[in-house]
Structure formats: structure tokens, C-alpha cells
């Protein structure tokens, strides 16, 4: 049974940097993309159960626009991961009423890649289940350079006042249009930074660190951090959102 009645400050949209595949490999002797392969699987078995514990809503972080550094062989192996997912999991993904969207810029991207990206997301476009956005070379530097740019163009074009320009503008330019900010964003692997992962979105989010390595991140982990969520208290700059006695809300 989702769990949504059980647990009332269950996020709106989860995001998860998903890291440390490559030192998961290297404490086991194997190479880094056996570490890649595995970090798949493991979100395969996750959205499995993630509709289960009631998230409606799904981040994960992929593939950053600073991971083109990386070696070339392992650039391509996340290229060739990317497009073996959506050939071999697209499948169930629907069944399992998932959307799916990737977030992130295409025009550096090989085009059979894109041509997949756009199917994956024609195919899932009215399934309602979970919504699961892969940021796929992703950066909110990028995404936000790019909203400002089109932005000024339409000042230029004279079609927009820039003293219009608000944070609902802002909002509707992102590449997150019409979802919820993250309320909740997790990162594996002892990593305590956010290496530029939806910078402005998470402005108000709840941060949950944990040291385990992506690969053997389970929906208990999941299920902790959810749990770990429930007892913050979100105040939004605001007074305390809690109902104690005595306080002003
Ligand atoms: C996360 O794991 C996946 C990507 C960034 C593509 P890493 O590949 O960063 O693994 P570590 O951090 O080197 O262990
Ligand atoms: C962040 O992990 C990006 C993804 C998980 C896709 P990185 O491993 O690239 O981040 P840094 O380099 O440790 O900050
Ligand atoms: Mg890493």
C-alpha cells in the first residue's frame, strides 16, 4: 500500500545525486564502469519499490556537464549506459505508468542518443505513476545561462519587459517547468556538495547525506532519508511549521 497516508510530510520530489559507482568498483577490484553498471541496476530495483513508499516525484543526477572531463572510454560508456537503459528498460517503465524526461542540454549529445531521449519521453508523456526526470548532462549553471539567454533575446525582440522578469518567470525557463521544487535532495557516497545539480530549484530543500556508495543504495536507504525528512522542520524563513504549544504560526 503507498504510504502516503501513513506519513503526511512525505516529499513532493525527491532528487538524488547519485555518486560513488567508481569507488564502489575500486574497493572490489573492478573497473569503474562495472561500478556504472551496477549504479543502473540499482535504480532499476529502485523505482521498482519508489512508487511503493509513496515518492511521486524523481530526480537523479546522471551526468553533469563537468563529467565530460572524465576519460573518453568512460565518457562513452555513460553515453552507451544511457541509451542501453532507455532501449532496454523503456519497455517496463511504461507499464509501470512512469514518466519519463531528461533534463539537460542535446546539442552536444550524439543523435541517436536524442533520438531516444525523444522517444522515451513521447512514448511515457501521459503516465502518471511517477514522474522520473534522469538529469542526463545536466548543470544549473548551464540550464540557468541558458534561461537567461533566452530571456534577454525575447527583451531584445521587445516581447518581454525585463522589469516583468520574476521568480515564477524564472520558474516556467527552467528545465523543471511545471514540477515541484525538490523538496528532498539526497547524495550518496560521503560527497557533502551539490556539484551543480538544480542550484536554483533547491533553494528551500531539505539536504540528506549518506555514505554509502551509489551501487548499494536500497530502499531502506531510501525509506531512512525519507524518515530523516519527516523530522525536519521546515520553516521557510518563516516561524516554526511544527503545531508545538506555544509557538506562532
Ligand atoms: C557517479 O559515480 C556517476 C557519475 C558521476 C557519472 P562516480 O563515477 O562519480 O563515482 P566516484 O565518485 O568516482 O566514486
Ligand atoms: C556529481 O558527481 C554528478 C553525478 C552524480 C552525475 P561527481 O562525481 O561528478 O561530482 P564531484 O566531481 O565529486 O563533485
Ligand atoms: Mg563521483
Not at 511521486?56 to 553533469?64: G, N
Not at 534577454?152 to 520574476?166: E, K, M, N, Y
Amino acid at each position: 500500500m503507498p504510504e502516503n497516508s501513513d506519513t503526511p510530510d512525505l516529499p513532493k520530489h525527491v532528487a538524488i545525486i547519485m555518486d560513488g559507482n567508481g569507488r564502489w568498483a575500486t574497493e572490489r577490484g573492478l573497473p569503474r564502469h562495472a561500478g556504472h553498471r551496477q549504479g543502473v541496476s540499482t535504480l532499476r530495483d529502485l523505482l521498482r519499490e519508489a512508487v511503493d513508499v509513496g515518492v511521486k516525484c524523481l530526480t537523479v543526477f546522471s551526468f553533469s556537464t563537468e563529467n565530460w572531463k572524465r576519460p573518453e572510454a568512460e565518457v562513452s560508456f555513460l553515453m552507451t549506459l544511457l541509451q542501453r537503459f532507455v532501449e532496454s528498460d523503456l519497455a517496463e517503465l511504461h507499464a509501470q505508468n512512469v514518466r519519463v524526461r531528461v533534463l539537460g542540454r542535446r546539442h552536444n549529445l550524439p543523435r541517436k542518443i536524442v533520438g531516444l531521449i525523444e522517444q522515451a519521453e513521447r512514448v511515457t508523456a501521459d503516465n502518471t505513476a511517477l514522474q522520473l526526470q534522469v538529469a542526463f548532462n545536466y548543470g544549473a549553471r548551464e540550464e540557468l545561462a541558458d534561461a537567461a539567454s533566452r530571456l534577454a533575446r525575447r527583451a531584445v525582440d521587445g516581447t518581454l519587459d525585463p522589469a516583468s522578469i520574476t521568480t515564477e518567470v524564472m520558474d516556467a525557463e527552467l528545465l523543471t517547468a511545471g514540477l515541484p521544487d525538490p523538496d528532498l535532495v539526497i547524495r550518496t557516497s560521503g560527497e557533502y556538495r551539490i556539484s551543480n545539480f538544480l542550484l536554483w530549484q533547491s533553494a528551500y530543500a531539505e539536504f540528506v547525506f549518506t555514505d554509502v556508495f551509489w551501487p548499494d543504495f536500497s530502499i531502506d536507504h531510501l525509506r531512512d532519508a525519507l524518515d530523516a525528512y519527516s523530522r525536519r522542520d521546515r520553516r521557510l524563513g518563516g516561524l516554526t511549521n511544527r503545531s508545538e504549544p506555544g509557538s506562532v504560526s
